[in-house]
Every structure is written in C-alpha cells, then in structure tokens.
C-alpha cells in the first residue's frame, strides 16, 4: 500500500519560502507522477503542480515563477517550495500520486499539513 | 477548462438518492474526468476516476456518469458517514482544475 507524508514547517513569514517535502513509502517514486495541491481555508482545492520522477515538471499558471517542485529517487521524495509567501498562501498542502495508467487520477494522498503564512 | 458544480450544498436523508452534478466549460474526454471526496482532516479520497469506475473499495453505492462537458456523482443510498464535500477534477486541459466542491449533508 502506497502512503505518502508531508513534511515542513507550519509557519512561514510574509516574503519567505515555503518548503515542504512528500515523502512515499510501500511503493517506488519511479515510474509515476507526484503533485501538489493545496486548500485554502474555507475554499476548494487549487493545483499547484507535478513532477515526473525523470524531473519533468508542470505548474499552475497562476503560481509559475514562485512555484519550484524536485524530486529526489533516491530518497523516494519530492519537495514542494512557493517563494514570496503572503497570507493568500495559507492553506493545508496534500501531496499525491498522479497515475495516468489508463485512466488519470490522483490515487494516493497524503495527510495534508496545514501552512500558515504569518508574521 | 472551469468546472462548475451543482448544487453548492446538498441535504439528504439516509437512503434518499442524491445527484451532484459537474459542468465544464469545454468537452472532457471521460479518461481525464475525476471525483474526490473530503472529510475535515482527513486525506482526499479518490471515488471515480474515467468519469464511472470506481476506485478500489468504494461502496457501490457511489457511481459516475456523463460526458462531453456534463458528469454526474450519483450517491444511490447515502449514509450518514458519506457526509463530506465532493470535488471533480479534469485532468484534459492544463492546468489541471478542480470544480468549487458539494457539500454532502445528510
């Protein structure tokens, strides 16, 4: 059973960087894609972005030139970093598989660890 | 691609069937249409994927429909531990969207 784990920092001040890091267990990063994807409180989901395990990347329009997703195989994990945070950035941030074996979804799903942006 | 969902909040009693439904605003081929759904801290979890499969251990009481720019979560016997919001995701068109959400109360 694939699980994955968020972790990082449950502050971070206006300006700053936000890094967070996925890490999966019960299963090989290779092969798949990982994304991001947050909910701000009280709204709906917004995606962020997916790395391939090769490093290929995709982000959200509305957050490209801030948002920068890594992978690391080796470690079996891939980091999620949003630079010049403000309080529109608070939100709890899943990690998840993109599977696009046959039909696409997001699969498996982390916790979620919530992020306030704050001074 | 805009996915609009209806209702915003939806009430049903324990066993009455329920309909959600999600607009896009341009045709989604049924391989790229997706329906999660949220419990407060809890992880999201995956119930449709290709618009009507059911993902693994999802009761058969959840089932999908639809096609072109219309989909439809069909909840037959809703149960009160179905209480939750329901999201629907494309995945045709980048960047990928999800739909504003359905609150289930039972």
């Known amino acids: 059973q694939v699980q994955l784990q968020e972790s990082g920092p449950g502050l971070a001040k206006p300006s700053e960087t936000l890094s967070l890091t996925c890490t999966v267990s019960g299963g090989s990063i290779s092969g798949y894609y990982w994304s991001w994807i947050r909910q701000p409180p009280g709204k709906g989901l917004e995606y962020i972005g997916y790395?391939?395990?090769?490093?290929?990347?995709d982000y959200n329009p509305s957050l490209e030139g801030r948002v920068t997703i890594s992978v690391d195989t080796s470690k079996n994990q891939f980091s999620l970093t949003l630079s010049s945070v403000t309080a529109a950035d608070t939100a709890v941030y899943y990690c998840a598989r993109l599977n696009d074996y046959g039909d696409y979804r997001l699969d498996y799903w982390g916790q979620g660890v919530l992020v306030t942006v704050s001074s | 691609i805009v996915l609009t969902q209806s209702p915003g909040t939806l009430s049903l009693s324990p066993g009455e069937r329920g309909t959600l439904s999600c607009r896009a605003s341009e045709s989604v081929r049924t391989t790229y249409l997706a329906w999660y759904q949220l419990k407060p801290g809890q992880a999201p979890r995956l119930l449709i994927y290709g618009a009507s499969k059911r993902a693994t251990g999802i009761p058969d009481r959840f089932s999908g429909s639809g096609s072109g720019t219309d989909f439809t979560l069909t909840i037959s016997s809703p149960e009160p531990e179905d209480l939750a919001v329901y999201y629907c995701q494309q995945f045709g068109s980048s960047p990928i969207t999800f739909g504003q959400g359905t609150r289930l109360e039972i």
């Open positions: 790395i391939y395990y090769s490093g290929i990347t």
